[in-house]
């Protein structure tokens, strides 16, 4: 049974055919869950607190068709029944729904639609919910920062805690943190919204909502971000934006102290070397440093 599981679920990532899976289940099993896909491809949620599935509407027999059941057989179709209804719930909750993490290094990530794709900076999140895809809209949640190289088509909207970015095709990132958010467009252009207003970020732009407000557009000459390279680069950036990144980036922690967080940086340093990258960032400022245990002390 572990082993059938196994196979049903790399069906549902795409990872084997369907001739592969019905050589397991056999091709009855294997019609209801194309049939279950089919059901759940159309499903759309309701503002309810019970979630009730009618398996009578799923493998409804044809009225000409009568059958005379043995008395044990009530008992294996209702384990039957659990199965199907356990393999529904699971593509209902999960399977439409996956939740990308970059752990080490940079991720990329190919999007549903087969051409557009982000790419998540380390310690960033994407949540897509594919089943929204086949409904003419193409929406993903973040959290941290990511770049996205969008294919032109349906709308394409990022959601992040700050705010939204909504494009048609373009290329650009979003950088998240606390209540901040930077957009950067590198292509195109896009509509990026808070709750106190929105601006368009045209192609060789980039805006900082900061402080509850949008910051006046920093040109950007670059046609990638420094980070999928080797590479961490700020503009007129908050400190605190900084140092969100370099926890990201080299998996350490900051104790700032009294340090002001709101100073601004402009610079350039290494993803590869935390001692060159702090001592790039710091020394400038006149701000001293301590690692220890993974964890940076900084003071005045």
Known sequence: MANQDEHILRWLNGEITDDELK???GETDLSKYKQITSEIDQ???VNSDQ???DINDIFAEPKTITRKLDWWKPLSIAASVVAILT?????LFFN???TYYADNGNLEVILPDGKSKATLSPGSELIVNRGKWKKGKRPVKMKGTALFEVDPGDPFTVEASTGTVAVLGTTFTVDVFDQSMEVICFEGKVRASTSIGEVIVNGGES???HDNQWEDMIPVTSDKPAWIQEELSFTNAPLKQVIKSLEKEFDITFDTGTINLERRYTGTFPKNNLNVALKIVFDPLGISFTIKDKKVTLSK
Do not use: D, I
Request: proline letters at 5%.
């Open 23 to 25: 050589s397991v289940v």
């Open 43 to 45: 499903w759309e949620p």
């Open 51 to 53: 979630f009730r599935v």
């Open 87 to 91: 393999v529904s719930a699971w593509l």
């Open 96 to 98: 439409n729904t996956k």
């Open 207 to 209: 805006y900082l909502f």
